[in-house]
T-cell receptor, first 115, second 114 residues
Framework: KAGVTQTPRYLIKTRGQQVTLSCSPI?????VSWYQQTPGQGLQFLFE???????NKGNFPGRFSGRQFSNSRSEMNVSTLELGDSALYLC??????????????FGSGTRLTVV | SQQGEEDPQALSIQEGENATMNCSYK?????LQWYRQNSGRGLVHLIL?????REKHSGRLRVTLDTSKKSSSLLITASRAADTASYFC??????????????FGQGTRLTINP
C-alpha cells in the first residue's frame, strides 16, 4: 500500500509570504502529526490531527496552523514566513492517536527554504 | 527542549563492524523508539521498546533499555554501506491525558566506510 505522501518535496518562498504543505496519510490511517526539523532545534512537534480535529499542539507561534479533511489528508500553513522557518517539515501518520505508543510512519518531508 | 541526548554525535566505522549508539533521556517513559533518516529524507521507524522490556532484537538491530539509568543503546551488527544514515531515539511525552507526542534526540550520524 502507498506510504505517506507529502507535497511538494521542495519549496522556496520569500520572507513575509505564506505557504501550505500537504500530507496524505497511509490509507486507513486517521491520525496525522507534523514535525519540524532544523539543524539547530532538531525535530520538534508541531501538531496532531485526528478525525478532522486538532488534538495536540506544540510550542510554535500562531503563524503555524493546520487542518485535516474528512479523507484524513492534512495541510499545514505557515503565514508571514521568517528566515527561521526554513526547515524540513515531516508528516507522520498512524491508525490512531497516541502513536507515540506504537510508532509512526513518516513521509519524505517537504524542504522549505525561506529567502 | 530535547528530551534525549545521543552519543556519539557522529560515528564512522568500516563495513562489517558493529555500530553502537547511545541515548539518554530525562523523564519517565512508556516506550522508547529508534528511527533512521537517510540524508535529510523522512524518518523510518526501526524498533520500539517498552519501559518494561530490557532488550529487543530485529534482524541486525539490538536495542537495550535501562530505565534506572534513563538510557538506551542501539547496536547494529555486521554493518553495511546502506546503514549510513542518521539515527534518532525518541521517547513518548504526555502533553495531557490522552495526548502524546514524540520527543527526539539530536541524532547520531553513522557513516559506514567500504
Amino acid at each position: 500500500k502507498a506510504g505517506v505522501t507529502q507535497t511538494p518535496r521542495y519549496l522556496i518562498k520569500t520572507r513575509g509570504q505564506q505557504v501550505t504543505l500537504s500530507c496524505s496519510p497511509i490509507s486507513g490511517h486517521r491520525s496525522v502529526s507534523w514535525y519540524q526539523q532544523t539543524p539547530g532545534q532538531g525535530l520538534q512537534f508541531l501538531f496532531e490531527y485526528f478525525s478532522e480535529t486538532q488534538r495536540n499542539k506544540g510550542n510554535f507561534p500562531g503563524r503555524f496552523s493546520g487542518r485535516q479533511f474528512s479523507n484524513s489528508r492534512s495541510e499545514m500553513n505557515v503565514s508571514t514566513l521568517e528566515l527561521g522557518d526554513s526547515a524540513l517539515y515531516l508528516c507522520a501518520s498512524s491508525l490512531i492517536p497516541q502513536a507515540a505508543t506504537y510508532g509512526y510512519t513518516f513521509g519524505s518531508g517537504t524542504r522549505l527554504t525561506v529567502v | 527542549s530535547q528530551q534525549g541526548e545521543e552519543d556519539p554525535q557522529a560515528l564512522s566505522i568500516q563495513e562489517g563492524e558493529n555500530a553502537t549508539m547511545n541515548c539518554s533521556y530525562k523523564t519517565s517513559i512508556n516506550n522508547l523508539q529508534w528511527y533512521r533518516q537517510n540524508s535529510g529524507r523522512g524518518l523510518v521507524h526501526l524498533i520500539l521498546i517498552r519501559s518494561n522490556e530490557r532488550e529487543k532484537h530485529s534482524g541486525r538491530l539490538r536495542v537495550t533499555l535501562d530505565t534506572s539509568k534513563k538510557s538506551s543503546s542501539l547496536l547494529i551488527t555486521a554493518s553495511r554501506a546502506a546503514d549510513t544514515a542518521s539515527y534518532f531515539c525518541a521517547t513518548d511525552a504526555t502533553i495531557r491525558q490522552g495526548a502524546q507526542k514524540l520527543v527526539f534526540g539530536q541524532g547520531t550520524r553513522l557513516t559506514i566506510n567500504p
